[in-house]
């Protein structure tokens, strides 16, 4: 299981960002589905490596969260992820305070039972993101709007999507570019890799929903 603990940047001076941030995780498969746990924080599980990527993008692009993703199988899962707990929400919560004085923003920690292995595979799936994150942070607007207008149309060429932007070819070009769209895109799929290596390297668990691994 992946928990994600995502805390706001400095909330009273820049105000609830928690509703918005909702609307965009709650389009993703989760076990428990991402909520409201204290003031600014939030926090879900998911069971796909993924799909935690897809949640950490959506937090990284919005810049203004700490994210700490914790993983392991050691879950005690509740009806919700308040009600849960285990070493995976332990890791989270450690994770998301380091992540508070990381640049980028994003850390990750394996569940305190997690041999080794496990601890250097969640160690590399950070690093990964946290260069994605400082791909992230440095997009224009121009490169942004290129950006989504290119994942809304994948099959359109340069010349379409100028004409959706009511801009040139070159500047879509040259905003497609200084975005790295194709190394961001590598890297989100390598840290998806690195993730599920990690939790593969914790061991095999079943989760018991009534509380305890079985």
Known sequence: MFVLTIDQIDSRSEGDAVPRL????????TVLPFERTAGDEVQGVLADPDEAVRA?????RDQRWSVGLGLGHDVELGESSRASRGGPFLAAR????????????????ATPEAPASAVRA????????????????????????????????????????AADLGVSRQAVSKALRGAHVG????????????????????????VDRSGGNR
């Open 22 to 29: 909702l609307t965009h995780l709650a389009e993703l498969d």
């Open 56 to 60: 950490w993008h959506a937090a990284a």
């Open 94 to 109: 450690d994770a998301v305070e380091d992540a508070k004085g990381e640049d980028a923003r994003v850390s990750v920690r």
């Open 122 to 161: 969640a160690g590399d799936a950070q690093a990964v993101l946290r260069l994605l994150a400082l791909v992230l942070r440095s997009r224009t607007a121009a490169g942004w709007r290129a950006v989504d207008a290119a994942e809304a149309r994948p099959e359109a060429t340069q010349e379409q999507l």
């Open 183 to 206: 190394e961001s895109a590598d890297g989100i799929v390598v840290a998806g890799r690195l993730l599920g290596r990690a939790l593969e390297a914790c061991g095999d668990g079943s």
